[in-house]
């Protein structure tokens, strides 16, 4: 089974930086599109960033757009969340998702494989 572990998560001072990783295995990495969601506590989880097997295509949530940089390295098999700028309301619990598909998408119902999540706090 593919199996998603995140790290880098912890807290920061608001204007800070932090990047998040994800270590993808248990699959062939390429043939899935990755993407981050993140859910705040009461809040439904919401699409942050993802991004296509090769890199050539990226999406972002409106709420992070020119803050947030979604990347991936192929050769190890991990794709990232650079995180800039960072505002209290990104305090959430960030996971990373994997869909079965050559197309990155925004809906959660349609990622196929999650990981636990790591706790982002940010402080104003």
């Known amino acids: 089974q593919v199996q998603l572990v995140e790290s880098g998560g912890g807290s920061v001072q608001a204007g800070g930086s932090l990047r998040l990783s994800c270590a993808f295995s248990g699959g062939t990495f390429v043939s899935y599109s990755m993407a981050w969601f993140r859910q705040a506590p009461g809040m439904e989880r919401k699409f942050v960033a993802g991004i296509t097997w090769n890199g050539d295509s990226t999406l972002y949530g409106d709420s992070v757009k020119g803050r947030f940089t979604i990347s991936k390295d192929n050769a190890k098999n991990a794709v990232y969340l650079q995180m800039n700028s960072l505002k209290p309301e990104d305090t959430a619990v960030y996971y990373c998702?994997?869909?079965?598909?050559?197309?990155?998408?925004?809906?959660?119902?349609?990622?196929?494989?999650w990981g636990q999540g790591t706790q982002v706090t940010v402080a104003s």
């Open positions: 998702a994997a869909l079965y598909s050559v197309v990155v998408v925004t809906g959660l119902e349609d990622y196929d494989d």
